[in-house]
């Protein structure tokens, strides 16, 4: 597997920017504070969901490739995660 790197920079994160289009989205509709905080629940939502799939799509793969016989890197699953947070 490819080695990924990550940027220690916070706002070249993928969840940093999602966050940013969002509350400037809500910002040009002119959103309330309630709806931006239900918004936000359901953002927090479906990034639980997506990491869950990562790991799940992950293991699936890294469990294959090692039935394979293939080398697997153990950490790249925290670099995955790391890069999206």
Do not use: H
Not at 67 to 77: A, C, I, M, R
């Amino acid at each position: 597997m490819s080695s990924i790197t990550t940027s220690t920079d916070p706002r070249k994160s993928v969840k940093y920017r999602f966050k940013r289009f969002v509350k400037n989205i809500q910002v040009f509709l002119g959103l309330k504070s309630k709806e931006r905080a239900e918004i936000e629940l359901r953002i927090e939502f479906l990034e639980e969901m997506f990491v869950n799939a990562m790991i799940e799509a992950y293991t699936e793969i890294t469990e294959r490739l090692v039935k394979e016989g293939k080398n697997v890197d153990k950490d790249e699953l925290a670099i995955l995660l790391a890069a999206y947070r």
